[in-house]
């Protein structure tokens, strides 16, 4: 088993803000204009993944984690301990922010907080994203959310295809219509929305989480320059590490002609963001979300491609 790779099935979501693209671009066989989010690499009850193919076809993540835990690196995780998913959206987001694992734990039943990241896939010219807010304290953060007076609350920065953006536990941030990213992140699914511009859903106002958002929001926000990071030109056939923390690394790596990686971490996520190819002589294409799982050794790569790669620190 150990020198199987593990295809999953993606799963995908509708959401209002959502598009075509992860049909038309992607190739995933979902009808509808409204899907919103393919969670490539997801072991969490509200999108847990099927493996495609193989001895374990058909088996959920979830319980290829429980079961085979030796595929992962024995790690002490108590549960798969990441998500990868790919976003389209066509219209804006809600302005979210996520509290860290200290105020979940209490405030969330015990659930985990969440880090997440974004590796721009896509996005129009000129585009921006709201990273941070512009209050210099809480009294005046505070006063801000209460009197509604967002925009001089959020901050939008230029962003453009490529860029990398970390989002800690705390951060003020939010999809803009038009962009396409693949975000990794610790598997959580809790949000506090500060804002969902005055939109209406099914004839209502969704809710707003005022209160933990004053609680968990960062003050005074990282600066512009500290949120993105700019990947520019990877040196071809080599995992690029683009940014590590204490619950994730993330790597991108651009794969033309033959491309050799050797798989020395617990376990690697790959997604296929661009082109086609192979890996150990299988088919390989934009769209595809795997897992080289432990000890499996040197990956043969070939073809034109470019991948998100992740894994976790292991913990001691
Ligand atoms: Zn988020």
Redesign the pocket.
């Known amino acids: 088993m150990e020198r199987e790779l593990l295809f999953l099935k993606p799963v995908c979501t509708h959401n209002i803000w959502g598009g075509t693209r992860l049909r038309t671009d992607f190739g995933y066989e979902v009808e509808g204009d409204d899907i919103g989010e393919c969670w490539g690499i997801s072991a969490h009850p509200n999108g847990d993944g099927e493996i495609r193919d193989g001895r374990l076809a058909g088996r959920k993540l979830s319980e290829v984690w429980e079961e085979y835990p030796e595929l992962f690196g024995r790690l002490k995780y108590d549960r798969f301990p990441l998500l990868t998913k790919i976003i389209d959206a066509r219209d804006d987001l809600s302005i979210?922010v996520?509290p860290d694992d200290a105020y979940a734990a209490e405030h969330e039943n015990g659930s985990f907080g969440?880090t997440?990241c974004w590796y721009v896939l896509d996005c129009p010219k000129d585009a921006t994203l709201v990273i941070g807010h512009q209050a210099k304290d809480r009294e005046e953060l505070e006063t801000m959310i209460r009197e509604g007076r967002w925009n001089e609350f959020i901050r939008e920065i230029p962003v453009s295809k490529g860029d990398f953006l970390q989002?800690d536990p705390g951060t003020v941030?939010a999809i803009k219509g038009g962009m396409l990213i693949l975000e990794t992140q610790q598997n959580s699914d809790i949000?506090y929305r500060v804002y969902d511009y005055d939109r209406l859903s099914n004839g209502k106002p969704r809710e707003l989480h005022v209160r933990q958002s004053i609680d968990v929001i960062t003050v005074p926000a990282a600066s512009p320059e500290q949120s993105v990071k700019k990947t520019g030109d990877v040196e071809p056939n080599r995992l690029q590490s683009l940014h590590s923390c204490e619950y994730y690394e993330v790597f991108k790596l651009v794969v033309q002609g033959k491309a050799q990686v050797v798989q020395c971490y617990p376990f690697l996520n790959l997604s296929v963001v661009e082109g086609r190819g192979q890996i150990d002589g299988r088919s390989l294409k934009k769209g595809d979300h795997l897992i080289v799982p432990n000890r499996y050794g040197s990956i043969e790569l070939e073809g034109t491609m470019e991948i998100i790669a992740s894994t976790v620190p292991v913990m001691v």
Request: aromatic content about 0%; glycine content about 0%.
């Open positions: 979210q996520h969440k997440e989002i941030h949000t």
